[in-house]
Each structure stands twice: as C-alpha cells, then as structure tokens.
C-alpha cells in the first residue's frame, strides 16, 4: 500500500462527513490499529478501511441509487430493501474508483461492515468489531469485547454480531439474512443458534454512532 493513500482516504472521510461522525471514524481507526498490532494483522491496510468504512454515509441516496442503476455498485436484492446497509457498498466503490484500492478482502470488509459476511478476512472481522466497540460507543461492554478481540478476534466477532442480532430484533427491525449467515459461520459446527426468525419491521442493521447499537443492561 503506497504510504500517502492513509492520508488521502483519512482527507477524503474527513471532508466528506460530519465532525461528531468523523470523531466515530477516528476512534474506529485507534481501535482496529490496537486489535491489528495485537493480532499481527497489516496494520496500515487495517488503518486505511477504518478510514474508508463510513466515508459515504452522509451521501443522499440518490447518488447511490444512480451508481446502482447505471451497474457500477452490485447489491443483492435485500440490501436494496435496507438502506442502512448502502454505506459500506458505496464506500468500497468510492475505494475502487477513487483511490485505486483492488484488494477484494479489503474491500469486502468494507462492503459487510454492517452486517458482517461469511468468509470475511481477519481484517474484515477487525474492522466489524473496531467499529461496534470502539470507545465512544454508549454500551457498557465494548472495552470488554475490545480487549477480546485483541485475544480472539473470531469469538469478539460473533459476540458483536449476536449483540447486533438481538439489538436488531429488540427493536423489531427487519434483519438481513447476511447476519444470520455470518454468526452461523461464526459458530462452532452443531452448536445451537437462537431462533431468530421472528425479525420483521422496515430498517435493519445501523451502525450509526449517533443511534447507538447496544441494547440496555
Ligand atoms: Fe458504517
Ligand atoms: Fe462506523
């Protein structure tokens, strides 16, 4: 990774969003670097998709909407029904497009970090974490997953998606079947999963800083 693309992406976001979620983005980055150093993942890639992962999430919608219909950006079907989720796919075009990244891992995680997604690198587990419970988030747990991941990353990774889960339902928002498929992957083989087929309502996974993605405990 050329050296100066970190600055570049970190301008970009920084451009692009908000202060208080630009502050979301900066601890994102401190949180995967410590998981990364501590898991002795790349770190410098690890760095620059925790500046990438939420560069277009104040961007209207209908520019995503144009790059989907003019075939640019791919996304399934059901993520169409969730725009919550759009964020990371575009995100991973605005890598492609403008910085030239064609790591697929990387840009993958960036695509899933919502949700997470089965076959998600480490650095996709990483950052999917980072951004759950990284320190400025409001649940009383994250320092705990935090320091789990640093010893753990998969069992921090499954934890988070499960908090998600039951955040999702709680709230009776609708759930995408990707989350379901990455804690089954997530899973040691013949362990039993909750039912989590009761999900329903309009909205699925946010990871919005401002919302909060905890439940109460
Ligand atoms: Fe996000
Ligand atoms: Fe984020």
Redesign the pocket.
């Known amino acids: 990774m050329p050296p100066e693309l970190e600055e570049r992406v970190m301008d970009y976001t920084k451009k692009k969003l908000s202060a208080k979620r630009f502050k ?1 983005v900066e601890r ?1 980055v401190a949180t995967i670097e410590e998981i990364a150093a501590a898991r002795q993942l790349p770190v410098a890639d690890c760095r620059m998709i925790g500046w990438l ?2 560069c277009a999430k104040e961007e209207p919608r209908n520019v995503f909407l144009s790059l989907v219909h003019r075939g640019l950006i791919y996304v399934d079907r059901e993520t169409m029904e969730q725009p919550s989720l759009w964020h990371g796919f575009h995100a991973a075009h605005i890598g492609r497009k403008v910085f030239g990244i064609d790591n697929q891992a990387l840009l993958e995680a960036v695509s899933y970090h919502p949700t997470g997604a089965p076959g998600l690198s480490a650095e996709g587990l990483a950052l999917f974490v980072a ?1 759950y419970a990284e320190p400025g988030r409001p649940m009383a747990w994250t320092r705990e997953i935090r320091e789990q991941a640093c010893q753990n990353l998969v069992a921090a990774a499954k934890r988070v998606c499960q908090e998600k889960i039951y955040y999702v339902l709680k709230k009776g928002k609708k759930l995408h079947s990707r989350s379901i498929d990455f804690l089954k992957s997530l899973s040691a083989e013949g362990e039993t999963l909750p039912d989590f087929s009761g999900g329903h309502g309009k909205s699925g996974i946010s ?1 919005d800083p401002g919302e909060g993605t905890g439940r109460e405990r």
């Open positions: 979301h994102v992962h939420d951004d990871d």
